[in-house]
């Protein structure tokens, strides 16, 4: 498809387990960015990647969460000893370049559900 | 950190009336966005700026970068149907990263 591409779409998973979302920017944009969205909040930022630049982890809530980006395009979010606090919408964007001209798209997330 | 301060946070229209919201930021951006979210999907773009002082439109839409770039609003005219959902704005300087407000939840009363 033409736009970003995340999967899964949701999931559920028990407290303490491991798990990894993936996404698949937009053809072309070597910028990719994750961003959390809690229940009825606006978006938190998490981690930005551009090109072969050291990514941008600052958003980064505890080191139980990582993230890297192979061969410049697909990007997987891993988040380890899973917490109920970790339960939110995960969205990625991307965009064309670095530059103050270039509009993040998103792609339409992964609903992440601790039991 | 930067904050965005969006208001209103929620608004109760009729269809065909005009909507107005607005944002403003402890600093200064380089670029304001506006998306529009629906349930169960991401943020769509709606407006771009990347200027002071600019104007743009895009169909019913129309959003302005503040002169000072703390601040940007966007108007919606003759409001319809499918208008409903959150809108957001966003701003970054430089470092690519979205500092986002926190959403104007838009409903249209039948």
């Known amino acids: 498809g033409a736009g970003v591409s995340q999967s899964p779409s949701n999931k559920v998973t028990e407290k303490g387990k491991d798990v990894e979302l993936r996404c698949d920017p937009i053809s072309g944009h070597t910028a990719l960015y994750w961003y959390r969205q809690s229940l009825g909040q606006g978006l938190e930022f998490l981690i930005y990647?551009?090109?072969?630049?050291?990514?941008?982890k600052s958003g980064l809530p505890s080191d139980r969460f990582s993230a890297e980006r192979t061969g410049g395009s697909v990007s997987t979010l891993t988040i380890q000893r899973t917490q109920q606090e970790d339960s939110a919408v995960y969205l990625c964007?991307?965009?064309?370049?670095?530059?103050?001209?270039?509009?993040?798209?998103f792609g339409d997330g992964t609903r992440l559900s601790i039991l | 950190g930067q904050q965005l301060n969006q208001s209103p946070q929620s608004m109760f229209i009729q269809e065909g009336e005009d909507v107005s919201m607005n944002c403003t930021s402890s600093s200064i951006f380089n670029t304001w966005l506006w998306y529009k979210q629906d349930p169960g999907e991401g943020p769509v773009l709606l407006i771009a700026l990347y200027k002071a002082g600019e104007l743009t439109s895009n169909g019913r839409l129309t959003a302005q970068f503040g002169i000072t770039r703390k601040d940007s609003f966007l108007n919606i005219s003759a409001s319809i149907p499918s208008d409903v959902g959150i809108y957001f704005c966003?701003?970054?300087?430089?470092?690519?990263?979205?500092?986002f407000g926190t959403g104007t939840r838009l409903t249209i009363i039948p």
């Open positions: 966003a701003g970054n300087f430089g470092n690519e990263k979205l500092t």
């Open positions: 964007a991307s965009s064309l370049a670095s530059t103050t001209r270039a509009a993040q798209h």
């Open positions: 990647f551009q090109g072969n630049s050291a990514p941008d």
